[in-house]
Nanobody
Framework: QVQLVESGGGLVRPGGSLRLSCAIS????????MGWHREAPGKERELVAT???GPLGSAKGRFTISMDNAKNTLYLQMNSLKPEDTAVYYC?????????WGQGTQVDVSS
């Protein structure tokens, strides 16, 4: 089956950087769109970046989304991290009208 597996999360100080990866496997690689969502404590799930539109909201100017087709991997480069970026980050993609989600990776931004 199709699987999306995130990695790269962890604990980082404010102002620091992390790069998240989303490895795609299972035979479906013709995603019509891919992006990253996050779920922060006490907040609704939000879209943070898409391949189509780039980073959104507070992520704009700090995050970069990219896709390496040869490696079947989606990336989220996060710079100038803030405590409010603390959340579980999820890789998401649409293929053939079906939605696929990763298991999530925890990002904690704290001193």
């Amino acid at each position: 089956q199709v699987q999306l597996v995130e990695s790269g999360g962890g604990l980082v100080r404010p102002g620091g950087s992390l790069r998240l990866s989303c490895a795609i496997s299972g035979g479906i690689f013709d995603f019509s769109t891919m992006g990253w969502h996050r779920e922060a404590p006490g907040k609704e799930r939000e879209l943070v970046a898409t391949i189509r539109g780039g980073p959104l909201g507070s992520a704009k100017g700090r995050f970069t989304i990219s896709m390496d087709n040869a490696k079947n991997t989606l990336y989220l480069q996060m710079n100038s991290l803030k405590p409010e970026d603390t959340a579980v980050y999820y890789c998401h993609g649409l293929a053939g009208g079906h939605a696929y989600w990763g298991q999530g990776t925890q990002v904690d931004v704290s001193s």
